[in-house]
């Protein structure tokens, strides 16, 4: 690294002093960001598209995560609330739920007055771009603040101004289409009431819609392997559900069931849906690749090949659990420097690469590996991975950590990544939003 690469890249002018930065999503990375902003001193805003923070954890908030507490929470963000005399979770080594992550810590978090006062609710970001500056534009790039066009409700649009900005937005509301090719399939507009997104609340809120039916879920991940298990438990009580498991390849390699994975649940899951496949509980259609698809009766027909020949499969509902990807579609205006294959930043996806590593062999990394050629901008969170499933929120925390030390003038602390992680067999986390099934 020489010594260009150290030095700040966004230039504190006049003009940009008084500015915040713009963090985008209040999840666990984007707050995570702020509690490190609040600590150095430097002042921003979070726009949020929910209405309120965690809002994509809430939607799996049945879910239980794989990594116990220790994991799961924020340095920066911990100091802050223990100032605020709150108390630390219990620590007995089990996973919370992401209901209990939002409720025990999440909120807590985004309730502190000031944190509060900097979250913007209701603020869905369409575009990020210059001032007045297209992507095209060279001259005083660096100076010129950052724009952020957020639609704030019917017809209400509003654009802010900051030195710099945070993308924590994560992936979980940009799922990755059935169809194998990675485009939609040809036909999926006129199913899409009968396609759930990932990680349904089968035992729960979502229990009637799929009680005394025919469920395929599609996807070879830890989020398949979930809906699986309770689409299972569902039939025990409901004899006419029936639960089919579709994967593309001959078998699902990401769905972990090693003895020497340190996250003990997600070990057990693979290990689960191995059990009930050989009791028939599940039926798994392996080698299907998904080309179109159509209404056939009242339910949905998958339409595509299997093994060189033409195939179908007839379902009621369709569970779409295979995986997600950035929205980089808001990001058009900004200077990106991607990898052509992961969608992860070019320096970051080496590391990442999920036919290399797990969650728990990813290295620490932080602002110098989230660089883009747009100074002052950065993918952080699910988001920075792109399409590499190996995401964990301790690995996001750092990544902040070291982007505000970097925005502070900070080299010292912004270069010294340091990151404990547990130790673990293939990994995939098939969510976004900033938690996941893996963290």
């Not at 005399?85 to 919370?96: C, Q, S």
């Not at 025990?104 to 006062?117: D, F, H, K, N, V």
């Not at 259609?285 to 209404?295: K, Q, T």
């Not at 595509?304 to 499969?313: D, F, P, W």
Request: aromatic share 4%.
């Amino acid at each position: 690294m020489t010594l260009l690469d150290l030095t700040p890249r966004v230039a504190v002018s006049d003009r940009l002093a008084t500015l915040p930065v713009l963090i985008i999503g209040a999840g666990p990375i984007g707050l995570a960001a702020g509690a490190n902003l609040l600590e150095r001193g430097i002042d921003f805003e979070i726009l949020e598209a929910g209405d309120s923070a965690a809002a994509s954890i809430r939607q799996w908030g049945h879910t239980r995560l794989f990594s116990p507490w220790r994991h799961l929470i924020d340095p920066a963000s911990r100091r802050l609330l223990q100032a605020a005399g709150w108390v630390w979770p219990v620590e007995d080594g089990r996973a919370p739920t992401g209901q209990e992550l939002v409720e025990e810590y999440i909120a807590p978090l985004a309730e502190l007055p000031a944190m509060r006062s900097r979250i913007r609710y209701g603020a869905r970001v369409v575009a990020v771009t210059r001032d007045g500056m297209d992507r095209t534009r060279t001259a005083n790039r660096e100076s010129t603040p950052f724009l952020v066009r957020a639609v704030t409700g019917p017809g209400d649009v509003i654009e802010l101004v900051g030195r710099a900005v945070i993308d924590a937005s994560g992936t979980y509301s940009s799922p990755n289409p059935l169809s194998s090719s990675g485009l939609d399939p040809i036909g999926a507009s006129g199913v899409d009431d009968l396609v759930v997104h990932a990680l349904p609340d089968v035992l729960g809120a979502d229990r009637a819609r799929f009680a005394g039916r025919h469920t395929t879920v599609v996807g070879a991940g830890h989020s398949a392997a979930n809906t699986l298990i309770a689409l299972t438990e569902l039939a025990k009580s409901d004899p006419g559900t029936r639960v089919t498991w579709v994967i593309r390849n001959a078998s699902a390699v990401r769905v972990s069931s090693s003895p020497d994975d340190e996250l003990a649940d997600r070990a057990r899951l693979g290990s689960r849906v191995g059990r009930l496949v050989d009791a028939g509980a599940i039926e798994k259609v392996d080698s299907f690749e998904i080309s179109a698809v159509r209404r056939h009766d009242e339910g949905v027909r998958l339409i595509g090949s299997r093994r060189g020949a033409s195939a179908t499969h007839d379902t009621d509902l369709v569970v779409n659990a295979t995986g997600f990807r950035p929205d980089l579609g808001m990001l058009r205006e900004v200077r990106l420097q991607l990898d052509e294959i992961v969608e992860a930043p070019t320096r970051l996806a080496p590391l990442i690469d999920p036919n290399l590593h797990s969650c728990g062999t990813v290295e620490p990394h932080g602002f110098a590996e989230l660089r883009h050629p747009e100074h002052g901008f950065f993918l952080v969170g699910m988001k920075s991975y792109g399409r590499a499933p190996t995401f964990l929120l301790a690995t996001g925390y750092e990544q902040v950590r070291s982007v505000a030390a970097w925005l502070d003038g900070d080299m010292r602390s912004a270069t010294a990544v340091q990151l404990t992680l547990p130790a673990t067999g293939v990994c995939s986390t098939d969510l976004g939003g900033g938690g996941s099934c893996c963290s």
